[in-house]
């Protein structure tokens, strides 16, 4: 397969940069966004948004905006309106779709994001669960996206997640609480977990509380098409389940910065991405690297970070300098920084 980039592109729009997310609306459309790498820690890198269609010449490939003020910024892909959605920790929003490129009003300029401790809600991740696109953020908060400046808390529509009663009193601290991932079977059956072993579910009419074994920080949660839900903590253990029966299926101990960032059950195996690349459940009842399982398995720099397309047929998979697309069978190298040393 050809690559994504050539030389001249790559030096215009990736030199320099890392990759810190990706999003795949179709095989051969994906959206990528990658942050400046600047020695000067006292100024904020500059964050810049790639989506392409590379089914189109290389002239006519990419859409590219950078902006300077984004921080720690995921994206995700829509189909219900196609196009990329990337939101920062502070709701601070891009867009791309075939009309229009380029920054939102924030989150919080078209809805409430205040904070039980007189604060504003922090956004931990977006994803697109059941066709629709949701920021997930600190206190339990989810706001789902109605389109171009359109925002809705979860609460505005009748379905919050609850709060302990005396949050504004009690001696809480916010990482208590979810979320940091969001799955589902489909609208009406929703899970979303983060904070200390918080994990909920979304029936479509109330969210309920799901006792949960463990209070380490949860950080991923998908749906598997086994009829499991798969959850992963901060070092990497998973518990599959449902509801209030959970098992731990996987011991893991990944170390501080190596956690699991996104996670996804794709073509009957579940995946689990972080800096380091991709992992996988294996026999022994242990996370292992994907490599161990797959001689095929792309390496570190060209995997980590995990999206599946919207109709299920391919993944993406992004480290910090490249990029790879899985099928199912076959791993294609989309593109690498070695390739243009």
């Known amino acids: 397969m050809e690559s994504v980039f050539d030389k001249e592109s790559w030096e215009k729009y990736v030199k320099g940069r890392t990759i810190y997310d990706c999003a795949i609306g179709r095989e051969k459309g994906y959206a990528f966004v990658l942050v400046e790498q600047r020695p000067d820690r006292n100024t904020q890198p500059q964050t810049t948004f790639i989506n392409m ?8 490939r990419f859409a590219v905006y950078s902006v300077g003020n984004f921080s ?42 205040s904070a039980p401790d007189g604060g504003s809600i922090v956004v931990r991740q977006v994803v697109r669960v ?25 609460k505005s529509e009748g379905h919050a997640v609850p709060l302990p009663a ?75 389940g449902r509801e209030n029966r959970w098992t ?16 996804a059950w794709f073509k009957g195996r579940l995946y689990l991405g972080s800096q380091d690349g991709l992992y996988t459940l294996g026999d022994n009842k242990n996370v292992v690297a994907l490599e161990n399982v797959d001689s095929d398995a792309p390496g570190m720099g060209n995997c980590g970070r995990v999206d599946v397309s919207p109709d299920g047929q391919f993944l993406l998979t992004a480290g910090s300098f490249g990029a790879t697309l899985y099928d199912g069978t076959t791993w294609t190298r989309l593109f690498s920084g070695y390739d243009y040393m």
């Open 53 to 60: 269609a590379v089914d189109r010449p290389m002239g006519s």
């Open 72 to 113: 720690f910024t995921t994206v995700a892909s829509s189909i219900s309106a196609p196009e990329y959605v990337a939101v920062d920790t502070g709701s601070m929003v891009y867009s791309a779709n075939a009309k229009w490129k380029g920054v939102e009003k924030d989150i919080e300029k078209v809805t409430d994001m």
């Open 130 to 154: 059941a066709g629709q696109i949701y920021a997930l953020g600190s206190y339990r908060k989810i706001y789902r996206r109605l389109g171009q400046d359109q925002w809705t808390e979860m």
């Open 166 to 240: 005396d949050i504004e009193t009690g001696d809480y601290m916010p990482s208590s609480f979810g979320f940091r991932d969001m799955s589902g079977f489909s609208e009406h059956d929703l899970y979303a977990v983060g904070g200390k072993g918080d994990v909920w579910r979304f029936d479509g009419k109330q969210w309920h509380h799901c006792p949960f074994p463990t209070n380490t920080i949860l950080e991923t949660v998908a749906c598997g098409e086994d009829g499991k839900v798969y959850i992963s903590d901060m070092k990497g253990c998973v518990w599959a």
């Open 248 to 263: 731990q299926v996987a011991e893991a101990d990944f170390g501080w910065g190596s956690q699991p960032r996104d996670s």
